[in-house]
């Protein structure tokens, strides 16, 4: 028989070695055989969980970045102008919380990259100086510049100024003449490799320094023929004399038309921000605000990464989703992720809708509301307790003060807590509001 004829001609100590088949019919063999597991474990051969496209992230660019063409083409017109020399102002970008800011800023600075433009990004934080931030910053952006500078001594020139600049400000640790001289001694270092130029930018006057800084800035792009993109997120959070010293520079730059611009992004409070502190602030940036997607552009959020990977919605369930997220961006995505899970197939139905939900908005309590309700201090959660039992329009802070039954002034430690914390926003004198959306339909659920 073949078979004795095959077990007879194999060498000795080889008669029970399977024959090695070839590496694409094993490999088609293993995936054959671990097929069913996998189905039996996603439940699924069509709406498969590792194929989920969204994305619900802080910051995290979604798949398809859809609603925000407007915003893309003014920042397209300012990159342009800049380039041509003509003069534009900075940008400043505002809305609640989870409505893509971030993402649209990181957006901005791609195509800032692309036209090969140095860049660099801070994130504000309460109580901190701008100072260092935007010296590690705009050293990244310079360094993107310099392969293509012509001239290296000059590189190392704004260098030079850079780390001076760096090293002006005042240290946390030190007091009085003693404490100075210890702190000048154990000094930030940048990480620059040349020495610090005394002269020039380093008078401790932020608003000075950050002034001569961004104009030497600007004349190393201008030697390349590019431009230099400053992003700030968290905005409304750079300390009042900061933001001072910020306009200051800018508004130096756009009468001088260097090649520099400062991209913003915050709260909906930070105009207000900016013109307290300059008045010309108005004129000075471009603002775009942005707020929930409308119904179609939440659609194309929707249906076009699911479509890349052959799922659809039934228009039922897009209008279950609409409903459900109320077109915030974050929602979107935080309720597609956890719909995409549990759907046995496609089209995704209004059924997989109604599974789903109570998943996705239990995340959403403790990752998006809890994290942020748990920040607070007793007496900043009765505050926003009080709020959200007054509806989830700005509200004036004497209702509050009413609500609780308290004078107005006596909430003033609180009130201001939370919009240090950025859990509310002034939204005009007298009157605050919560920083994120439907915060006050998860604090009215948690006291049912």
Known sequence: MVATTATASRPEGAAHRPRRAPAATRRSGFYANLRPQLY????????????????????????????????????????????????????????????????????????????????????????QSIRRPVASALHMAVRELAPRHRAPDRIEAFLGVLKAFAQAGEEPSGRGAAGRSKARAHRWQPGIDVPATRGR???????????????????????????IALFVDEMQDVPA????????????????????????????????????????????????RIDRLDRASADVALL?????????????????????????????QAYAKVVWDVAPDTPITA?????AAPEAESELAVGFFG???????????????????????????????????????????????????????????????????HFGKFLRAQLN
Request: net charge negative; aromatic share 6%; charged share 25%.
């Open 40 to 127: 039996r474990l996603i439940e699924s051969e069509s709406v498969d969980p590792v194929r989920n496209p969204y994305a619900p992230g802080a910051g995290q660019r979604p798949p398809e970045l859809a609603g925000r063409d407007r915003e893309l083409k003014q920042f397209e017109v300012v990159l342009e102008r800049v380039a041509r020399g003509r003069p534009e102002r900075s940008m400043i970008i505002t809305g609640l919380r989870g409505v893509g800011k971030t993402v649209l800023l990181n957006a901005f600075r791609s195509m800032a990259i692309q036209r090969l433009w140095g860049t660099g990004k801070i994130e504000a934080r309460p109580d």
């Open 241 to 288: 004399d900061d933001v001072s010293a910020l306009c200051a520079a800018c508004h130096e730059l756009s009468q001088s038309g260097g090649p520099l611009i400062v991209v913003g992004a915050g709260l909906p409070h930070l105009p207000a921000v900016l013109s307290a502190s300059k008045s010309y602030s108005e004129r000075l940036f471009r603002y775009a």
């Open 351 to 355: 059924d997989d809708i109604k599974v």
């Open 201 to 227: 930018a380093d008078s401790g006057d932020l608003e000075i320094d950050l002034t001569e800084l961004f104009v030497d800035a600007a004349s190393v792009a201008t030697d390349v023929g590019a431009g």
């Open 304 to 332: 076009a990464p699911a479509e890349r990977e052959e799922v659809t919605f039934t228009e039922d369930a897009l209008d279950a989703l609409y409903g459900a997220a109320d077109g915030y961006p974050y929602f979107v």
């Open 371 to 437: 994290s942020r309700y748990e920040r607070a201090t007793p007496a900043e959660r009765d505050y926003m307790r009080a709020m959200a039992g007054l509806g989830d329009d700005p509200v004036s802070t004497a209702a509050v003060a009413d609500e609780l039954g308290r004078k107005p002034s006596s909430l003033s430690p609180a009130r201001d807590g939370l919009i240090k914390k950025g859990l509310i926003y002034s939204a005009e004198r007298g009157m605050v509001a919560f920083t994120v959306p």
